[in-house]
């Protein structure tokens, strides 16, 4: 019998490679502004720290499928990016000890409602709207570290219907892995079940019914989803 009052949620998680275990997923943490072409092309300012954000946990859709096309938007865009797994955490992480907490990697999609993120820009207002919806966190399976090493010198690139919009080698992130990391832990404690959107790069825009998304990277698993009908 459960002790909750009602139904409890189900747990989001992702799966492996190479394994028949599921990684747990405690919370999904996002860097805008980290590629400099990125930031030109949104019209920002390069010198600024990188901005943190959270998606909810259960905005994951894992593996390839379908995704609606939201909601409350009339201009959906794709943010292809590398994702990092945590095995563990803490506050104020050293960049050196960095490395030490991955668990592995994954390419994900960081879905956007962008006309919204404009209006919260100009307003000062919180991008939850934008960024946090449902379905909006795609995430491929998660290679780990033992298999594939640290992807820190790895192209990484977004496709539409089999276009290629974004590609750039990971090492052009303004912020790097082990400072982001850092990062993050001056601000929050970083956990086991972590998630961490890296950024993405140059090339950005919409997508609409019927189209496909691939991201990859190289030496992990690719991602393709398709855009679906509008969410009822």
């Given amino acids: 019998m459960s002790d909750y009052a009602v139904e409890a949620p189900e747990r989001a998680s992702l799966p492996i490679v190479n394994s028949d275990k599921l990684f747990p997923v405690r919370r999904i943490y996002c860097i805008g502004k980290n590629y400099v072409a990125h930031i030109h092309e949104m019209n920002a300012d390069e010198r600024d720290p990188p901005v943190i954000f959270m998606k909810p946990a259960d905005a994951i859709v894992a593996g390839d499928g379908e995704i609606p096309y939201p909601v409350f938007t ?6 292809g990016e590398l994702v990092v797994a945590m095995k563990s955490g803490g506050y104020n992480i050293s960049e050196d000890d960095a490395y030490s907490h991955i668990f592995g990697y994954c390419v994900g999609l960081d879905m956007t409602r962008r006309d919204h993120q404009a209006q919260a820009i100009e307003k000062g207002l919180p991008w939850e709207v934008t960024k946090a919806f449902d379905k909006s ?3 491929a399976a998660i290679s780990r570290v033992e298999d594939v090493g640290h992807i820190d010198n790895h192209v990484l690139r977004t496709k ?4 290629v919009r974004q590609e750039a080698n990971v090492n052009l992130m303004i912020w790097n892995t082990r400072e982001i990391i850092a990062k993050i832990s001056e601000q929050h404690e970083l956990k086991a079940g972590d998630l961490i959107m890296t950024g993405t790069p140059a090339g950005v825009g919409a997508v609409v019914t019927g189209d496909v998304i691939e991201v990859e990277a190289d030496g992990l698993t690719p991602l393709k989803v398709t855009v679906g009908a509008p969410a009822a």
């Fill in 74 to 79: 009339g201009n959906f865009h794709y943010e």
């Fill in 137 to 139: 966190a795609p995430m």
């Fill in 160 to 163: 539409i219907n089999g276009d």
